[in-house]
């Protein structure tokens, strides 16, 4: 739908905004225009039950009721993007994976978590990790089935879940093991090899990728799900990537980090490139006519069943 799209003179501010001298700035206010329309479309659906999971006033989640359950029902937990700087818990609002996971007899949970500057990347998987211990703990009070939990998340927050679904120590310090969550879907991530994407991610968001990651190699690669793709893992990834180079490559090398590792791994691409599609198959997951959506449904379909 056009109103869950970026404007074309947005669009092209963004195109401006990869010449060297305006990224920066130009970066920032396009990201800030863009919170803010996406604060606005978050008003037209119902509101999760608000859940705090640590003392931090991001360090909550919203928890959506399965509508259609027949006892227990499987859990969609979903991890918004934003560059690691910017997004919250109420970016799923409104969102027809929202109401689409409801209709299908899953409850549905969007995680809000610390932002860098004033938190680590590290802390971020931390609080993802955490919220979802949170879920497990309260299953029972919430009507999940905590034998069908899968993780969702979208560009950085596409990279978290990649992080937690692959790199055991998060889950562990969680007191949850991997197989805590029954899968992983992926939409359209970043920085699954930090170091290569910040090598061949393009100017508009190098200095986002150092802001979050920061210069350090190791580092760099301890925050890299794909060095982390030795098992264990999660039981099962979908990866799904727009027509974007450096998305594409990365989705890519992951998916064959985790095939080579043993894990059971999809990967597959859609139409759609730049900023334009990298955001449809966030917003638009989960409508009928977007191609993305039967190809979640059916992968649901098999782990849930």
Known sequence: MRKHLL????????????????????????????????????????????????????????????????????????????????????????????????????????????????ATVEQQAQDVADAIAVLVRQAATLGIDTRRIVLMGHSAGAHLAALVGTDPRYLDNAHLRADALKGVILLDGAAYDVPRQIAEGGT??????LEAFGSDPARQRALSPTFHAAAPNAPSFLILHVARKDGTAQSQQLGEALRKAGTPVEVQGFAGSGLKGHMAINRQLGENAYPATPVVDAYLDRLFA
């Not at 092209?12 to 990869?18: G, I, N």
Request: cysteine-free.
């Open 7 to 118: 404007s074309g003179v947005m669009v092209a501010a963004l195109t401006f905004a990869t010449t060297a001298d305006a990224q920066g700035p130009l970066r920032k206010m396009m990201m800030k225009r863009w919170m803010e329309r996406q604060q606005q479309q978050q008003q037209s659906g119902p509101a999760g039950t608000d859940i705090a999971y640590g003392s931090d006033p991001l360090q909550h989640l919203d928890f959506w009721h399965a509508t259609k359950a027949n006892g227990a029902a499987p859990l969609v937990i979903f991890v918004h993007g934003g560059g690691w700087e910017a997004g919250d818990k109420d970016m799923a609002r409104g969102s027809a994976k929202v109401s689409h996971s409801l209709e299908r007899g899953y409850a549905f949970a969007s995680i809000g978590y610390r932002l860098v500057p004033s």
């Open 204 to 209: 508009f968001m190098h200095d986002r990728y």
